[in-house]
């Protein structure tokens, strides 16, 4: 068994001290602090023409209502496709922290 000695000790808490010391802030420290969510729906001639155009007013949604939002987080599902794929329709829900 290896004698651990104080000088080492002192070196492991002393590391774990400084890594606590550099943690970064909470994202809402530098006034992000309003949750924000828009959910809507998009269409498009393609596949990524549908995802673009819900994901494009869902983000401008958010932004209506608060005006410097983080880039936030996006959750998009398809709810309509025609049966020749011309339309693709799709349903956004955009969630963002915002300043007031």
């Not at 606590?20 to 998009?42: C, E, I, K, M």
């Not at 998009?76 to 496709?81: A, D, W």
Request: aromatic share 8%.
């Amino acid at each position: 068994m290896r004698k651990v000695t104080w000088l080492r000790r002192f070196g492991l808490v002393s590391a774990v001290a400084a890594g606590l010391a550099v943690t970064p802030a909470a994202a809402h420290a530098d006034g992000y602090d309003t949750p924000r969510n828009a959910t809507v729906v998009g269409a498009g001639n393609t596949y990524a023409e549908g995802v673009a155009a819900a994901e494009r007013r869902a983000r401008q949604a958010v932004l209506a209502v608060g005006h410097d939002c983080t880039p936030g987080t996006y959750h998009t599902s398809g709810i309509y496709t025609s049966p020749g794929g011309g339309t693709w329709v799709f349903q956004s829900t955009h969630e963002a922290m915002c300043v007031d």
